[in-house]
Structures are given as C-alpha cells and as structure tokens.
C-alpha cells in the first residue's frame, strides 16, 4: 500500500486513502470505541486481508494501532465474529446467520457492561465487507454510538469487464494501458493488483473478465492461465473471482480443430478439457464472458446455430465446476437492420426459456451502445424465463473519455430506475434483474475504466463511475447523490463546504453532457471510429447504421428516429402501457423525444419552444453548465490538496473547450437542414460549420 507523503495527492490511493481523521473530537471518540479489537473468525486469507486493511486504515486515520487480542476479555471493544458466538445474544447469532453469503452485520451491544462494536457475518467475505464498512464509516465521520446495520447484497455476480488485450492496449481505455504485465506474469506480483483488489472489495465487487470481449484465444493456452492463475491468486484473498473472455473460435485457433461449431462433438471435447485445465490452474475460476456474432466476432451463427447452442454447450463444461457463462447481447451483423435497435430483442426473445441455468444473457443499458442517453434496453423484464444482468460502460467512451467529468451513478440509475411494466407498474429493470431466474445468479456488469495512470482513471472523478458502479452493484436502490458525497468525503475531504457544491456539480454533471452532446434524445453522432467529438455529418460509411445521419435522420422537415408504429416500430419491444405513451410525440419523455420520433422543427414542446429553439438552447446550456462547473470548482480552491485542484481545474478547461466544440458543430450542422436563425439572443458560434468538419484528429486512445 502506497503511503508515502510524495504520492499522498496523486490520486493513487483513491478513495481508500485513510488520511487522518479531520475531526479531532470524532477521531479521540473512534480510538476509544476501538481500543481493543479480537478476531473470532479464524485466520483464512480473506481474513488476513480484512486484518490487514483495518490496522493499517486505523493507523492513517486514527494514528494509532488497537491492541489486537486473540481472547475476549474485559474492555473489548471491537470484535469480529464468524458464523456466532457465545458472547452474543441467540437474536444476534441468529441476525448474523440470517445476512447472505457476502452479508455482514454491524452492531453496537453492550458486552460486559460496556458499549463494544460487532462486526459479524456467515462468511469470510462478508468479514471482509463489514470491514470495508466500518472503514467507510470512519473515513465518513459518522458517529459509531447506537450503530445498527444489516447488510446482504441484492445482486450476486458483482463484475468489472476489461477490455484489456494481450499486447496491453485497451479498447476504449482512457486511463493509459492495461494493469496486466502479461510480460512479468507469473513470476512478478505487481503491488498494483493487490491494490486493485481491495479497491474492488471495498466495494463489494467480487468478480472481474480480465481480457477484451473481443478476444484474443491465446488467454486460454497454458502459459497465459499460469498468468491468469496468479492474478486469481490475488483476487482471492480479497473475495474476487477471476473469469475470462472465451474467443469461439479458440478450438480453430489455438487447439487445431477444423470447426468451432457448438454441436460438433470434438469441439465440444476441446472445451471440456479446455474448461478442466482451467479449473486446474485457478480452482474458483468464475466462467466465460462471450460476445459472438458480433462486430466481426466468430460465434454459433457461423454454422448455423443459435446464440442458445453456443451458450449452453460452454455452459455445459463449466458446469461440474461451478462457472457460469455470461453471454452477450450486443449483437448486430453484417446485414444492416431495418433498426439496429431492435435487434438484440428480436434475436434473443425467440430463444427465452431456451438457455441453461448456468448462463446469464448480458444485455448493455440500452439498445444501441452506451450513448449518453438512452432509453433502457426493451429486452429488460421481455425474456421471463431467462437470467438477464444489465452491462453498464464506466469507462467513457462516448462521455468525453477522461478529459470530461461526468459522473455517471444518474445515468445507471435511470436504467435501473426505470419501469418496464413487464409484470405490472413496478416492475423496474433493478427489480428484474435481483430475481433469480430458475436459480440462476444474478448479476451487473460495468466495463471498467481502469488503467496504468497514476490515479488508475484519467480523470480524477473518473474514479467516483468506478466507485459508484460497485456501490449500486450491491444495492442498486441506493441514491446517487449519497454514493457521491460518500466517494468525496472519502477521496478528498469531509468539509461541508466543499461536499456539498462539488456534490451538486456532479449530480448535474450527466446532465450537461448530454445537453452539449445528444440532448432531447439524439444518439450516436460522435466521430466515427474514435467516438472523440461531434460528426453528425459522417454519412459516407459503409454500413448505413455506422453513420451518424441514419441516427439523426435530419431533413428539411425535422430530426429524429421514427421508432413508432409508422416507422420502425422498435416501441412494439416495450410492454404497454409504456409501448403505447412512446407511440407518440405528446406523451414520450421530451429527454427520449429524437430516440422515437422525427419531430418538425416548428413542433412546440411542452415548454412552448419550437424543437428547433430547444435544441439550440439545450446546446447553449450545456456548454454554460460547464462554464459553472469551472466556477464552482475554483470555489473550492484551498479545501483540497492543489495537486488534485489544479488536475481537474486544467481537464475542467478542456471540457469547457470541447463542450462549446459540440455545442457549435452540431448547431450549425443542424442549422442546414432547419434553415432557422439562432433563438434571439443566442451568439453565433465564431467558426462556421467547415471548419468543424475539417477538424482532424490521429492519435486518439
Ligand atoms: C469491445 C462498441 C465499442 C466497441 C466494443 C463494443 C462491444 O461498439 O465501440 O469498442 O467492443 O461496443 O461492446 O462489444
């Protein structure tokens, strides 16, 4: 662990950085609350690291190392317990036994007549969690008088995606290269990874696809499991599973086969003995992660199978082991759809009831690709008899990558938030995916935004998406704005006056985004290729839904996806009543407005603007907003450290740059199809449209 003063503000730590307590009076109460702490939950690895964590938590924040004793005596005051013990009451035995396997209880009771804090659970990991807990209560300032918290996970598999590759590049990755020093693996164990784990556990993350969906099969021969295997090493004493992105072709190219077909015998043999070599090198080897028929990527459909062949003929390998696998549903081939948006649901429903326990269908928030607003995906809550996990990006691919600061809790959780009606009112995408489906696991996943930078993100607030992702992955009921006050009280400071503008900031920040990028529903007009910047001009691609303008659809008459019943009729995937209010323009949300309907651009909103105002005055107000959040982080100058100050203050200014970019390309490209002049008011952008366009950029990550 990285403690040096030098490297106290570089962001390395991040929000584990257990400085000390500010409160002077708290912290002198935290010293006598935990003066003496027992572990009575033996001595595994996932102990030692909770052990481990806490003394070393204890000695930043509180200057100070409890005495840990090994029996409970007189003036105990902390104690962790495993599965019960006497000392407690039956009721708080039973409590403790009741939380999940990773659950954990956190409880003050009276022990020998004095206040002493319980830390309890069925299981090492969730020790391990109640840890972390407790540290965040610390880290936090809270009082730890009358403490009673009960906690169990709603979600079960917990899981970061990299999408690293084996020469350790990143596919959109922002924050340098891979973490994985394939080159030194096995033999060298970079601090690095241990790192990466606890971060991880602190939020209850507990699984991690270490290699790109788009993969590479040599992940899966000898020499590289040996290096997966002492990864998994590392994740294990911190509750992690590692799994790995299956190629699936990999019987071609790395086992010599002819075919890689599902039903073909000597393939489905390759991967059996594929799955128990595997197995033997990391024995809680979590499952595969597959992204077939997709962008190029081999799978099922090759020989005429179906995404269910595939799936289940991996499923069923990994099976006697225990794994899983997670098979997703971006899909879209070679033939260009009538709508790319209904493609997954029309590919994956007909096959609903038709997949093994053991298989999760991963599906991305929405129906085209991580867009700064979408609608959620319509296979939530359709396949009934199916185990669905939603895909979440943290890392920020069509977000201003880690230049912008965008704080992305509010856009998952208008995912999860959202009501699919698939069995009545009520029935949100976060309660979908919590029920277990014929005792399937269930599951979230986030595409992770982690790489060899120095503060592991890029941006310094790219690490509250990473944070937040883990804290909704264990409970996606939580709200946002709490998760953000935590992950800045924790990662920078306690200071009222500083949590509170800077939490404001970045619970508005999504917002602005997606007004200086695709307000009112627009999607997918980023440059092409590299997602950097606005291109809604970019027609010349050779699939029509590789272009901005099939996306936007502006003509003379207005913009917008028609996605009703008169045009692609991608509403038909939603359940009623929500399918029949997006039917039409009066009664769709006016942030999904472009997502399903073309609009005039004289149509009055519900505001009384024309489309065409709103827009232009989206525009203006998103790249305003950004102006105010470089005004309310040189408000906060002085309360943190200026090494992280000056940081965002500098990415600050280039997303200012790049938000008044946005802003004037997709107004004046705009301007040529509604021929109207700006709302009164409303400054001309300096350059004109030409000059937006010739915009070129080569060596973008
Ligand atoms: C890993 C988008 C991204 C690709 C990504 C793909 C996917 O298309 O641009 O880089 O590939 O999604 O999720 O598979």
């Not at 948006?341 to 093994?356: H, I, S, T, V, W």
């Not at 920020?396 to 880690?402: I, K, W």
């Not at 699919?420 to 009112?425: D, N």
């Not at 996806?561 to 359940?575: E, H, K, L, P, V």
């Amino acid at each position: 662990m990285l403690t040096s003063a030098a490297n106290a503000d570089n962001g390395y730590r991040l929000w584990l950085r257990y400085d000390p307590v500010e409160n002077v009076t708290l912290a002198r109460q935290y010293r006598q609350q935990i003066a003496s702490v027992v572990f009575e939950t033996g001595n595994s690895p996932i102990i030692q690291s909770a052990r481990t964590e806490l003394k070393n938590a204890l000695q930043g924040l509180l200057n100070y190392s409890p005495a840990f004793v090994n029996a409970p005596g007189k003036g105990l005051r902390l104690i962790f317990v495993k599965g019960g013990s006497k000392q407690l009451t039956p009721a708080l035995n039973k409590l403790i036994n009741n939380t999940s396997n990773e659950g954990y209880v956190i409880k003050t009771i009276s022990l020998n007549n004095s206040p002493c804090l319980v830390v309890g659970a069925k299981n090492d990991k969730g020790i391990l969690y109640g840890t972390f807990h407790l540290l965040r209560l610390l880290q936090t300032q809270q009082t730890l008088a009358n403490i009673n918290i009960t906690e169990s996970p709603k979600l079960q598999v917990r899981i970061l995606n990299h999408w690293d590759n084996l020469d350790r590049t990143v596919e959109r990755g922002y924050a340098g290269f891979s973490i994985w020093n394939w080159h030194k693996l096995p033999g060298y164990i970079d601090p690095r990874y241990i790192d990466y784990a606890r971060a991880n556990a602190s939020i209850g993350i507990n699984g991690a696809v270490i290699n790109n969906v788009n993969a590479n099969s040599l992940i899966l021969t000898t020499d590289y499991l040996k290096k997966n295997a002492a990864l998994a090493g590392v994740f294990r004493r911190y509750g992690i599973k590692l799994y790995l992105s299956a190629k699936f072709s990999a019987p071609i190219e790395t086992g010599g086969l002819k075919t890689a077909d599902p039903l073909d015998p000597t393939v489905k043999q390759w991967w059996q003995q594929k799955a128990d070599e595997i197995y033997r090198h990391i024995p809680d080897f979590g499952g595969f992660l597959v992204k077939a028929n997709s962008e190029g990527q081999p799978g099922p459909q090759n020989y005429g199978r179906t995404h269910a062949d595939g799936a289940n003929m991996l499923a069923d390998v990994l099976k006697p082991h225990g794994g899983i696998v997670m098979w997703r549903a971006f899909v879209y081939d070679d033939k260009t759809p009538d709508d790319r948006a209904k493609q997954a649901y029309n590919e994956f429903k007909p096959l609903d009831g038709k997949f093994r326990s053991n298989v999760i269908i991963q599906v991305k928030n929405g129906a085209i690709d991580f867009q700064p607003r979408e609608p959620f995906h319509p296979l939530f809550g359709a396949m009934t008899k199916t185990q669905i996990m939603p895909e979440f990006q943290i890392t920020q691919e069509y977000l201003g990558f880690s230049t912008h600061l965008v704080y992305l809790a509010t856009l998952f959780k208008e995912c999860l938030d959202a009501d699919t009606y698939s069995q009545g009112h009520g029935s949100t995408v976060a309660k979908i995916i919590s029920i277990p489906v014929n005792n399937s696991l269930t599951g979230i996943a986030g595409v992770a935004n982690i790489g060899t930078d120095i503060n592991w993100c890029g941006h310094p607030f790219a690490q509250a998406n990473w944070y937040a992702f883990g804290r909704l992955a264990w409970n996606p009921d939580q709200n946002a704005a709490d998760i953000a006050r935590d992950w800045l009280k924790m990662t920078f400071s306690n200071q009222p006056d500083f949590v509170k503008p800077v939490t404001s900031m970045m619970l508005a920040s999504r917002e602005t985004a997606v007004n200086y990028m695709t307000p009112l529903g627009l999607h997918h007009i980023m440059g092409t290729h590299a997602h950097y910047g606005p291109a809604p001009w970019v027609n010349n691609l050779s699939r029509a839904d590789w272009n901005p303008v099939y996306y936007h659809k502006a003509d003379s008459a207005g913009m917008g996806f028609d996605r009703t019943a008169t045009g692609s009729n991608a509403i038909a995937q939603y359940y009623p009543p929500l399918r029949d209010s997006l039917n039409k323009v009066e009664t769709t949300p006016e942030k999904y407005l472009l997502w399903f309907h073309h609009v005039g651009w004289n149509t009055h909103l519900k505001n009384g603007e024309t489309l065409w105002n709103e827009v232009v005055k989206r525009y203006y107000k998103g790249a305003a907003d950004v102006a105010g959040m470089q005004k309310t982080w040189a408000s906060v100058n002085g309360k943190i450290d200026s090494t992280r100050y000056h940081e965002v203050k500098q990415l600050l200014a280039i997303q200012a740059e790049e938000a008044v970019w946005w802003r004037n390309a997709c107004v004046l490209y705009f301007q040529t199809f509604s021929k109207l002049p700006l709302p009164a008011g409303y400054t001309k952008p300096d350059h004109d449209l030409q000059y937006y366009k010739d915009l070129k950029f080569k060596y973008l990550p």
